[in-house]
């Protein structure tokens, strides 16, 4: 096993904070995996495996073992008249995984297209976009169970698959994914309903989308609304959308008809927190070197030198001053260590 010691966060998660971790390897097997946690069980030490470090906030030293993901290969298992069946190594680029299957005209994740990450963390939080989430078109995850020490596959419904939520998100660390196995349609039906998709279509002069050009399309949004955290140190969307129940949401929705929710279930509702923190007064607030980014007030940004602890306090306050004002406790999306 090849190891560095203290090393520098900064360039490992797109948040760009500067901690330390204590020890750093790569994966590129599913033996130096088992191999690097049975060293860390020898000296008694935490692990964490990381992608991109996209959804990951540091805000004190590592004093464990970080592994990077790096097992790659994408493969196709199967197929049949009407599906393709593809294992994918948990290291692999995620939008690079999505622009080899839109090329193939293999449909389904295309609505994910962009997404930063890898292939290995998207059934961590259940990854979705444009009204599309990942879990639809996976087959079966295969990991390493830290706990009983066993190599497992875990089929779609063993995944609990749930909004920005599965099993290994619950059962944090325990499940150290090495493959991801997808089921893609041959002929897709596209999902062009969501958000902004049609106008772009529209503005494109495209009546007809195929793969490429919805996928095209939604780059083209995502770029002009999201912060590209080669810039701009970010993580994506800070807090998930609360659910709350119809009640409370009826009280709430005469007090601030403007709100934007809408029903999941008979009863229950869910708020776009984006919105809750808007009306607060936070889109584009700035405190040192942490802010609320102008065009998209789910997303904390680091304009260079922040901690991940000065993030963090910045998130405390926002969740403090929405649940001052509308009695909803939101939840933060991003993994806070
Ligand atoms: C600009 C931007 C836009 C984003 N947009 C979206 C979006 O539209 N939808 C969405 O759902 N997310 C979005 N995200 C969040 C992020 O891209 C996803 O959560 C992504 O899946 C994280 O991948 P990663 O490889 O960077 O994971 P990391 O950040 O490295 O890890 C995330 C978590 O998964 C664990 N983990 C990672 N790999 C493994 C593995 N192989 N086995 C076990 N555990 C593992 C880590 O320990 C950690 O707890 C966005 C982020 C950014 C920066």
Redesign the pocket.
Known sequence: MMLEENISLKQL??FGCDEIGRYFTRITTAAALTEAINWCDEKHLPF?????????LFTKPFEGLILK?GITGINKTNETATDVFLTVG??EN?HHFVSYCVQKSWGGIEN?S?????V???P??????YGVE?QECIESVT?FDTHTKTWITLNNNQCAFGY?NSL??KE??R????TVQFVLKKQAQLRTDYGSIKEKLHEKNIKNPSLADLSNAIIQI?TSK????ATLG????FFKNPSINKINFEKLKLKFPEMIAYPISDDTYKLAAGWLIEDCGWKGVRKGNVGCFDKQSL?LVNYGQATGKEIYDFSEEIIQSVLAKFDVLLER???I?
């Open positions: 998660t797109t964490l495996v990381i992608g991109t470090g996209s959804n990951i993901m948990a290291g995620w994910l962009l997404i930063p990450g890898t290995g963390a998207s961590i939080q259940n990854i979705g976009a990942v990991a920005r290994f998100k944090k660390n499940y150290l994914i090495t995502r999201l912060p590209d955290p970010n993580a994506g969307s997303v999306e991003v993994n260590l």
